[in-house]
């Protein structure tokens, strides 16, 4: 019986994505170690220049990133040599060093701004290798196989993510002073991820950014939760392949005048049998994502500048998404059994699948591209704040509430749950170090913790 293969790399392609890696590699001699070295107690091996080796089919490859606390990461080489790593991609240190620059703390979003779109231009013409040297781990996917299938949307937005995470954590370190210890684990079933956790820094007592990219088949649970979504699905043999991949971040600072912040983009892919033909497969894919602000203390000018920044982004593809989108976040973060939203919102969509793949993907990465310049600027402002225990006891009790919704309502969090061999200690690294749950607590009327409840009771328009 003929089997039909939809996507395949032939002889020539590889023979040309190899040679082109060699030759990419030999032209870096003078610029310098990669931030992500690489070490092998095997041979024979090729040196390129200090740090950067390329081995033959079969050795095994550790890649020694730095500030990860001493934990290592594995990978292993497919169709011929391996290699890393070329000139720096965009830095969050520059936006960072944008931000201190200026006198005015909003100012400072400016040249984050600029910095992202610097991105947008390196992603369209960039290299796989040469966008890779700036990212807190090595991808996933293999780096050979990313290069070699550029142009497919899985691998668009794998870089997507990874520049994410890097971005973040970097404008992160910078303001908090301290490491982000870089964990990379797998996942039995198909793919793995990256978890980037720092705990009780200067600013930050828990601050989290996680890359996934996960793929096998979706266990009946996971399927019943996309079905309640109106999503048709036709397995073939009883088995639905998928393929989920995305970025998230959740950051507890210990100040309780800077809010905490979420934010998560992510892909996904569906792989079903065809109607008409048993040997055929079709893909449904769809995005998801969003960003929202939790804070302790309402500050308008603080929502002002979250929302009108993430309003920015949505406008340069279309006029109706930040509006659909703000209204969205306020009824998916809502606790219900308390009556309340979690925080004053941001965006947040899902099952994103129109105009095309290319015009949402599009959306996806300006979003993507907001987290640091609509959050760094708050964190600076309010870094000097002073607090009192009261403060603080506020804080605690506000902590409660994102735990609750965490748990009882996040569909992040269910999904996770749900798919075998999903790395628990990664779904509840947006749980915070310490909350607090007081019996009956209500806070009293004319304080500023009673307008905070007001707003959360009656969400409001910022922009």
Not at 443 to 449: C, N, V
Request: with cysteine; net charge positive; charged share 25%.
């Amino acid at each position: 019986m003929a089997t039909i293969v939809f996507c395949s790399v032939n002889k020539t392609a590889q023979t040309t994505a190899r040679r082109y890696l060699f030759s990419h590699l030999k032209g870096l001699a003078s610029s310098g170690e990669s931030r992500l070295p690489l070490s092998c107690t095997h041979s024979p091996s090729v040196t390129f220049l200090a740090g950067i080796r390329c081995y033959p089919r079969g050795y095994s490859v550790r890649f020694m990133s730095h500030g990860t606390a001493g934990r290592a990461a594995t990978g292993r080489t497919r169709r011929g040599a391996l290699a890393l790593i070329g000139a720096a991609a965009v830095t969050a240190s520059a936006a960072v060093a944008g931000f201190l620059a200026n006198a005015n703390h909003f100012q400072r979003a400016e040249m984050a701004t600029k910095v992202s779109r610097a991105a947008e231009e390196n992603e369209q013409e960039g290299d796989i290798l040469e966008r890779c040297r700036g990212f807190m781990s090595p991808p996933v996917t293999d780096i050979c196989v990313l290069q070699e299938r550029k142009g497919e949307m899985r691998t668009r937005m794998e870089m997507l993510i990874m520049e994410t995470q890097a971005a973040f954590c970097n404008a992160l370190e910078e303001v908090d002073g301290g490491k982000f210890k870089v964990d990379r684990w797998q996942r039995n079933e198909g793919g793995g991820g990256i978890s980037c956790v720092m705990q009780d820094g200067k600013v930050f007592e828990k601050a989290g950014v996680n890359v996934s990219v996960v793929f096998g088949n979706l266990t009946e649970e996971a399927a019943r939760q996309m079905r309640s979504r109106g999503k048709v699905l036709k397995g073939k043999d009883g088995k639905l392949p998928f393929c989920a991949m995305g970025v998230s971040s959740v950051i507890h600072p210990k100040n309780p005048h800077i809010p905490t912040v979420h934010f998560n983009y992510r892909y996904f892919e569906i792989e079903e049998e065809d109607g008409e033909c048993q040997y055929l497969t079709t893909k449904q894919w769809w995005f998801g994502g969003g960003t929202d602000l939790t804070p302790v203390y309402i500050n308008k000018e603080d929502a002002f500048h979250f929302h009108n920044t993430l309003k920015e982004a949505c406008d340069k593809h279309h006029h109706q998404y930040y509006p659909d989108f703000k209204k969205w976040c306020d009824r998916y973060f809502y606790i219900r059994h308390r009556g309340e939203t979690r925080g004053i919102g941001g965006i947040f969509f899902d099952d994103l699948d129109s105009p095309s793949q290319e015009e949402a993907f599009n959306f996806v990465q300006s979003c993507a591209r907001t987290v640091v310049p609509c959050y760094l600027p708050i964190v600076y402002k309010h870094l000097n704040d002073s607090f009192t225990d009261e403060n603080k006891g506020w804080q605690q009790v506000r902590r409660g509430r994102y735990v609750e919704f965490n748990l009882v309502y996040d569909r992040g969090v269910k999904f996770g749950l749900a798919t075998p061999g999903s790395r628990i200690e990664s779904i509840l690294m947006s749980l915070p170090l310490t909350a607090r749950w007081e019996y009956m607590h209500e806070p009293a009327k004319g304080t500023m913790e009673a307008e905070m409840l007001e707003v959360l009771r009656n969400p409001k328009e910022w922009v």
